[in-house]
């Protein structure tokens, strides 16, 4: 069954750096998501992307964040400047047209110090 | 704004007796739910969905859940449970109508702990 895979599985970085969080969709899926969970807390929606596009995102998701998708298979996010508040797990997750499920990968923890 | 409640941070319940993880939403119009659970150190994984049709929806491993219009409701269920089962679970909302608005809000999460 084809998977989103996400890498690093783990990343630990330095307050103020920059960092950049991998994804590779389900390859015939079109949407494409990155939400975060602070540990102990819900799962929170950063950003949908879509033909190219970002096409919502929360008020979570300020100037600090971009998302990109370089090539036919990738999709980053991009956190510049970092805080210790950024310290989460970020999933990414992808989905097909219509009412379909987002499905995730493990996600990658983010440990900032 | 939609939301999700899910009253119940623990569940347990004994290996081969029925579970109810319970969830409530709340969003403008008609809903699209799905559940989901993680693993520890996974990511979450789909379970099922309501979408539109039948109010008993069925889902893998065995699980189903029961939509309940009038009570807001969304509650997942198992008639017997595996030890296997014990796992976090989230139960999640967006709207049908919401044109290009995917984002899914969740719940809190439940912890469930099936005994053997």
């Known amino acids: 069954e084809p998977e989103v895979t996400q890498t690093p599985s783990h990343q630990v970085t330095q307050m103020g750096q920059e960092v950049i969080l991998r994804c590779v969709p389900i390859?015939?899926?079109?949407?494409f998501y990155w939400y975060r969970q602070i540990l102990g807390q819900k799962v929170e929606f950063l950003v949908s992307?879509?033909?190219?596009?970002?096409?919502?995102k929360s008020e979570i998701f300020d100037d600090q964040f971009s998302v990109e998708r370089p090539d036919g298979s990738n999709f980053t996010l991009k956190i510049r400047s970092t805080k210790l508040e950024d310290s989460a797990m970020y999933f990414c997750?992808?989905?097909?047209?219509?009412?379909?499920?987002?499905?995730f990968g493990d996600g990658t923890r983010l440990s900032i110090l | 704004a939609q939301s999700v409640a899910q009253p119940e941070d623990q569940v347990n319940v004994a290996e081969g007796n029925p579970l109810t993880v319970k969830c409530t939403y709340s969003?403008?119009?008609?809903?699209?739910l799905f559940w989901y659970v993680q693993y520890p150190n996974r990511g979450l994984q789909f379970l099922l969905k309501?979408?539109?049709?039948?109010?008993l929806v069925k889902g893998s491993y065995g699980f189903e859940a029961e939509f309940n219009k009038s009570q807001t409701s969304f509650h997942l269920k198992k008639p017997s449970a595996l030890v296997s089962d014990s796992a976090l679970y989230f139960c999640?909302?967006?709207?049908?109508?919401?044109?290009?608005?995917?984002?899914?809000?969740f719940g809190s999460g439940t912890q469930l702990t099936v005994l053997p």
């Open positions: 992307f879509y033909n190219n596009e970002i096409s919502e």
């Open positions: 997750a992808s989905s097909e047209r219509g009412p379909q499920p987002q499905h």
């Open positions: 309501y979408i539109t049709g039948d109010n």
């Open positions: 999640a909302v967006r709207a049908a109508l919401s044109g290009s608005a995917r984002q899914l809000t």
């Open positions: 390859s015939n899926h079109l949407y």
């Open positions: 969003v403008s119009g008609n809903p699209y």
